[in-house]
């Protein structure tokens, strides 16, 4: 991998650690996106030299924390809305007495 490859692969290891760390999901889609991108271009490349697989190797170890981030807030998420669900009988009772 050319060293500005390199370069963009521990670039995007930093900034995904960073909006892991901010708790910024939101942003996480956007990083995702040019992970896929980058990989994409490195699946067909020569055999990757040690700097890249250790390149490499900090963008998947972001990449799981932040995928982490993503499967707390989903199941937080998602608990909420089961929440919702249960509570929702007395939630249209007050809605109806209310009218």
């Given at each position: 991998?050319?060293?500005?490859?390199?370069?963009?692969?521990?670039?995007?290891?930093?900034?995904?650690?960073?909006?892991?760390?901010?708790?910024?999901?939101?942003?996480?889609?956007?990083?995702?996106?040019?992970?896929?991108?980058?990989?994409?271009?490195?699946?067909?490349a020569?055999?990757?030299?040690?700097?890249?697989r250790?390149?490499?190797?900090?963008?998947?170890?972001?990449?799981?924390?932040?995928?982490?981030?993503?499967?707390?807030?989903?199941?937080?998420?998602?608990?909420?809305?089961?929440?919702?669900?249960?509570?929702?009988?007395?939630?249209?009772?007050?809605?109806?007495?209310?009218?």
């Amino acid at each position: 991998m050319p060293a500005d490859e390199r370069a963009h692969a521990l670039d995007l290891a930093r900034r995904l650690h960073e909006r892991t760390q901010a708790g910024d999901v939101a942003a996480l889609s956007a990083l995702d996106r040019e992970i896929g991108t980058l990989l994409i271009g490195l699946a067909g490349a020569r055999p990757l030299d040690a700097g890249t697989r250790s390149a490499c190797a900090l963008l998947q170890a972001a990449h799981q924390r932040a995928l982490a981030l993503v499967r707390r807030e989903h199941d937080a998420v998602q608990a909420q809305l089961l929440d919702l669900c249960a509570h929702r009988g007395g939630r249209d009772a007050y809605a109806f007495a209310a009218e």
